[in-house]
């Protein structure tokens, strides 16, 4: 008997996970499974790198789960520096360069193929923008180079450009390395990813870190020196002194070859899916992790959404379904959490501007609250947005910024997102007290009392 077929684009999260649980359900006479990744590394954590640069947590080693010879010890042939340049869907195969051959090309046939190219840091099309010195930071290859500009350089400026997840966590990382750093942000607030008013509140916390934040500001350029290398960021009406750039803008898929094989895509750039995650109109070609768009629960569209959470459960999806069993992913309610310091900062479901480009109507109620009984030690402040659809109450997005213990809270709004629940319904949750973990009242129930009465008052 031949075995089957299996080519996988990409070594990370998904595509390792698909091809571990392929080879969990099928043996390996009947699947023989080809994987190849570009970068030295496989099955890693992109999530720990602003914490590796930081120092806090040992690297790249810590950083990866599986290595390249343990996948291989399963029977799994996983190519590395090896990229995928060429998909030709009508005769089943892909062509490869190694990158530490000279560049040897090469065509390998497949069955089956699953996409997990994942996404690429967000650069805008800038002078200078491509210039040494300049790093956007999404593999552990990046890790790696910024690290490298890092010990190489005399100075101690850095100029960060974007304030979302990656811009503030990288901020922060270089505050710890002793470093100067100015983060430049188009926006008026930070961490675009929360409405402006709970921006605000991540804001005072990068002051107070010393962190200098330029809000309203668009980077026109960068400016090298010489050698050719970064040596400063403009602005329309300022110029910022770098030793280094970091790019914290958000990434966008790495759709490349998909798009050149006429994949569908969505309007992020994603490849579109079925629940599956099997390719629309393919019926042997799969994808999923950071290059895919996802369903969104809450607003009824796709969106993408690039995590390692979503990505593993791709990867596993994928692989039951090409090891012979059936699965499915449901969507995502968009949960994310983050830290600047001691500032943990959560949301989950809609924003103000999406909920409006849905074209819901909603109510929206902020409270502050503390983390715990208010007469125990350490009783910190929290604040909690929520968001609840006009007239029926439907839960739409809650929105977290706070110290110790704000941040998982927010997986209580996500649970109640998944089964749409109403704000009303919310208040009656049966949640843990006691004084040290929380007020009789959690701050979630005493954000989700007050959007009840806000819904009843929008009804009237």
Known sequence: MTAERLVIVGGDAAGMAAASQARRLRKPGELAITAFERSHFTSYSACGIPYWVGGEVDGPDALIARTAAEHRAREIDLRMRT?????????????????????????TGFDKLVLATGARPRRPRLPGIDAPGVHGVQTL????????????????????????????????????????????????????????????????????????????????????????RACAVTTEDAEYPADVVVLGMGVRPETTLAAAAGLPLGESGG????????????????????????WDLVSGHTRHIALGTHANKHGQIIGTNVGGGYATFPGVVGTAVSKVCDLEIARTGLLERHAEAAGLRFVTTTVEATSRAGYYPGTRPMHVKMLAEHRTGRLLGVQIVGREGAGKRVDIAAVALTAKMTVEQMTALDLGYAPPFS??????????????????????
Do not use: F
């Not at 009789?440 to 009237?460: F, N, Q």
């Open 141 to 228: 290859d990046d890790g790696q180079a910024l690290l490298d500009t890092l010990e190489a350089s005399a100075g101690r400026r850095a100029v960060v450009i974007g304030a979302g997840y990656i811009g503030v966590e990288m901020a922060e990382a270089l505050i710890r390395r002793g470093y100067r750093v100015t983060v430049l942000e188009q926006s008026a607030q930070p961490m675009s990813t929360l409405d402006p008013d709970m921006g605000a509140l991540v804001h005072e916390a990068m002051c107070a870190m010393g962190i200098e934040t330029v809000r309203g500001s668009a980077v026109t350029g960068v400016l090298t020196d010489a050698e050719g």
């Open 439 to 460: 007020p009789v009242w959690d701050p979630v129930l005493v954000a989700a009392r007050k959007a009840t009465r806000a819904v009843r008052e929008a009804g009237d």
């Open 271 to 294: 490849l579109l899916t079925d629940l599956a995650m099997r390719v629309r109109g393919h019926d042997h070609i799969w994808a999923g992790g950071d290059c895919v768009e996802v």
């Open 83 to 107: 990229e995928v340049t060429e998909l030709d869907l009508d005769r089943g195969r892909v062509r490869t360069r190694e990158l530490d051959n000279g560049g040897r090309e090469t065509w």
